[in-house]
């Protein structure tokens, strides 16, 4: 395996060309037209491609899991979100939030005292977890 041909053969085995529009049509079908994380409902002109696990920096370089598994649709808001988070990262992350808005936001906190907004206090759950369950 220390051949580097090895390297890139696997690395091509496990492309998937999410320029070609059939291939972008098959990740938009995944969850059904829905973003894998929030689960709206996507257009498909709208969709965005989000690498599940992200690129990876490591001691040879940065490497990026290029399969369709890792393909995931998203929408620009979670996609923005989750940026280069790794998936448990990035939920911890969105649970952090609903601390910093009771932290630091006062407009939210008067929102909450009037029943406007509340939080349910349910762990983060993305939609590709809970589809077809
Ligand atoms: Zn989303």
Redesign the pocket.
């Known amino acids: 395996m220390d051949d580097p041909l090895c390297y890139l053969a696997i690395f091509f085995m496990s492309y998937f060309n999410t320029g070609k529009k059939e291939n972008r049509k098959l990740i938009f079908d995944k969850y059904n037209g829905h973003?894998?994380?929030?689960?709206?409902v996507?257009e498909f002109k709208n969709l965005q491609i989000d690498h599940k696990e992200p690129l990876r920096r490591t001691s040879r370089g940065v490497e990026r899991d290029y399969s369709f598994e890792n393909c995931m649709p998203?929408?620009?808001?979670?996609?923005s979100s989750k940026s280069s988070f790794e998936l448990e990262q990035w939920r911890k992350e969105l649970d952090l939030k609903v601390h910093r808005l009771n932290d630091y936001h006062s407009i939210y906190r008067i929102c909450k005292s009037f029943g406007l907004v509340f939080e349910t206090g349910i762990e983060v759950k993305f939609?590709f977890e809970r589809y077809g369950s």
């Open positions: 973003c894998a994380y929030c689960g709206a996507l998203s929408c620009g808001q979670c996609n939609y």
